[in-house]
């Protein structure tokens, strides 16, 4: 049971490159999140989804889409990466809020620069 | 606005003396309150949670965290820190009127001193 996972560990890209971080969770979940991670401003949501197909704008949802094509994987897309993108990426997934058991589990995180 | 609190941004603490972690919320109805450890370069780990009922909650790796209506707050506390506990802690929110939407304070760094 690896809990969630992200790919790739570390990023480096130059502005306007686009590319697509993988978030992966083997424990069923129906809701999955993306954070980003900013010094003095704890994590903000990105993008959220309740369930494969579906997927919903958080806080901080501009320059950013992701896609819920598979349950177990959320994938959060730069399509043209700024120098503001530059942050530390949190993926994690939870049972339906409002049950006893709920909790979020989070990943390792994804740290990218953009130059 | 709708919020979450940490007032202190950095705590240093001496190893074995007590510690404690503010946290306020401001929102109409009482939120489900976490609070979470990351330590340096890691993830985040869960350390406890209240929904409702008794308002003192225990958590893992000897914390303890009150919940105080009254005070819209939720406090941390562990009664003799280690130099493991040197991390960055956050309070986080889920409003019961934004389901699934979890709210970060800013957190709070803590270093342990010998």
């Known amino acids: 049971n690896a809990g969630v996972t992200q790919t790739p560990k570390f990023r480096v890209l130059k502005t306007g490159q686009s590319m697509t971080l993988l978030c992966a969770q083997d424990m069923n979940h129906e809701y999955m999140y993306w954070y980003r991670q900013d010094p003095g401003m704890g994590l903000r949501l990105i993008h959220y989804s309740v369930g494969e197909g579906t997927t919903a704008k958080g806080e901080v949802p501009d320059g950013y889409n992701v896609s819920r094509l598979k349950k177990q994987n959320f994938l959060l897309g730069l399509e043209s990466a700024a120098p503001s993108q530059t942050s530390v990426y949190f993926c994690?997934?939870?049972?339906?809020?409002?049950?006893?058991?709920?909790?979020?589990?989070f990943g390792p995180g994804t740290r990218l620069t953009v130059t | 606005a709708q919020s979450v609190t940490q007032p202190d941004i950095h705590i240093t603490v001496s190893e074995g003396a007590s510690l404690e972690l503010r946290c306020n919320y401001s929102?109409?109805?009482?939120?489900?309150l976490f609070w979470y450890v990351q330590s340096p370069g890691q993830g985040l780990q869960l350390l406890l949670k209240?929904?409702?009922?008794?308002?003192l909650v225990q958590g893992i790796k000897g914390f303890e965290a009150e919940f105080k209506r009254s005070q819209s707050s939720f406090n941390l506390r562990k009664p003799s820190v280690h130099w493991s506990d040197a991390a960055e802690y956050f309070c986080?929110?889920?409003?019961?009127?934004?389901?699934?939407?979890?709210?970060f304070g800013a957190g709070t760094q803590v270093v342990v001193t010998p």
């Open positions: 986080a929110v889920v409003p019961t009127d934004s389901w699934g939407k979890l709210q």
């Open positions: 209240y929904f409702s009922g008794d308002t």
């Open positions: 929102y109409g109805a009482t939120p489900y």
């Open positions: 994690a997934s939870s049972i339906e809020p409002g049950q006893k058991d709920y909790e979020q589990y």
